[in-house]
């Protein structure tokens, strides 16, 4: 851990940057509220999991409505010396769930306990990083890879096992944004990636295995942002050779803006899956979500999604409509709450889904 003084110093020069910095979570509306990039508060410079000494100052001194003093100025950085850091998160949630034609259902849920670690073999330059889901169930990797910094921080190079970089980052995995590309942060793949950080400009390469494992089909996912302290706009782009039965190709468009206490998320992606079965699998999903920040420690989520499973097919549309209010009482300690209502082909009743749940979220 940091020694005391070098914490005061840390926290007097990063006060004045923290009212306006990301949030401890992968959250992309936090990015477009503050006009950072995922890396100012995260590890891997693609956001979500292990934070940085940046994050987690942030999230004891600015995220939460009140900060519990534990008798002393010493703050959680997540540093146990300079060549090791470790994190985690932990959530848990109350789920009610009704169905057409069908009793409701409730229930106590585990979602999932994480823990992260990153070795800094080369302070600045070169670390060792691990994601490990330990519940539910068997222990799960989720990532582990390399990744090698260049003098300047302009470029990086990442080996290993990793998420992919596709449009924003949601922390809600059943997202219908999600379903297009196939491509979410329970979906890790094996490969390489190249990242380019400058100036305003954010890019991402990587080289994977895709959907076949084998040495003749392979992934590729890339995207390219450009961030401006109020808005930013991106393109995305996927190929998936399957090597037997064709390929799949999505393309996508993600933007944000902040109007004043609200920031505005958006994705439209489109996808030609001649993978599947039936050689026509052309999806379409779109997202518009509102984030308003009521105050510090309080947001409110209101979203509306899309998926169009088969453009060539007349009338099976879905929709999903969500409201969330989440709320961090004090560090490390999050209350999320809401309500989401699907809408879809009415002779299939699980597309009518409506769904209310208490979530607290445990993250350090």
């Known amino acids: 851990m940091m020694n005391r003084s070098c914490l005061r110093v840390l926290r007097y020069l990063l006060l004045p940057l923290l009212f306006t910095a990301l949030e401890a979570h992968a959250e992309p509306y936090l990015a477009v509220q503050t006009g950072f990039k995922c890396g100012q508060c995260h590890v891997n410079p693609t956001g979500g999991g292990e934070r940085t000494v940046f994050g987690n100052v942030f999230a004891q001194t600015q995220l939460a409505a009140k900060r519990l003093d534990a008798g002393g100025s010493d703050l959680w950085t997540g540093e146990v010396n300079r ?17 057409p034609n069908s009793t409701y259902t409730d229930s106590f849920n585990l979602k999932q306990a994480r823990v992260y670690a990153a070795v800094n073999v080369i302070p600045q330059r070169f670390f060792v990083y691990v994601d490990e889901q330990i519940a539910p169930g068997t222990a799960l990797n989720r990532e582990v890879y390399g990744v090698y910094w260049s003098a300047n921080h302009q470029w990086y190079l990442k080996a290993g096992q990793m998420y992919l970089p596709f449009g924003l980052r949601l922390q809600d995995q059943t997202a219908l944004i999600n379903f297009p590309s196939g491509i979410n942060m329970l979906l890790p793949d094996r490969g390489v990636e190249l990242g380019f950080e400058r100036g305003h400009w954010d890019a991402q390469l990587a080289l994977t295995n895709g959907t076949t494992e084998t040495t003749h089909g392979k992934q590729v996912s890339s995207q390219l942002a450009y961030v401006e302290s109020m808005w930013r706009l991106g393109l995305a782009a996927n190929f998936n050779s399957a090597n037997t039965g064709g390929s799949k190709v999505v393309a996508g468009v993600f933007a944000g803006l902040r109007t004043g206490p609200i920031a505005w998320l958006g994705q439209v992606d489109l996808s030609d899956d001649h993978s599947l079965p039936v050689q026509s699998g052309r999806q379409l999903g779109t997202l518009l979500e509102a984030n308003w920040r009521i105050a510090q420690g309080h947001n409110l ?13 007349a009338n099976d549309g879905q929709t999903r409509y969500s409201i969330v209010y989440e709320m961090t009482p004090i560090q490390f300690v999050q209350v999320r709450t809401g309500f989401r209502y ?23």
């Open 83 to 99: 060549f090791l850091s470790i994190g985690g998160n932990v959530r848990g949630n109350f789920e009610y769930t009704k169905i």
């Open 301 to 313: 989520k209101l979203t509306h999604e899309s998926r169009d499973p088969n453009r060539s097919v």
């Open 342 to 364: 699907s809408d879809g082909i009415p002779q299939v009743p699980t597309q009518h889904l409506k769904l209310g749940f208490v979530e607290l979220h445990g993250f350090f």
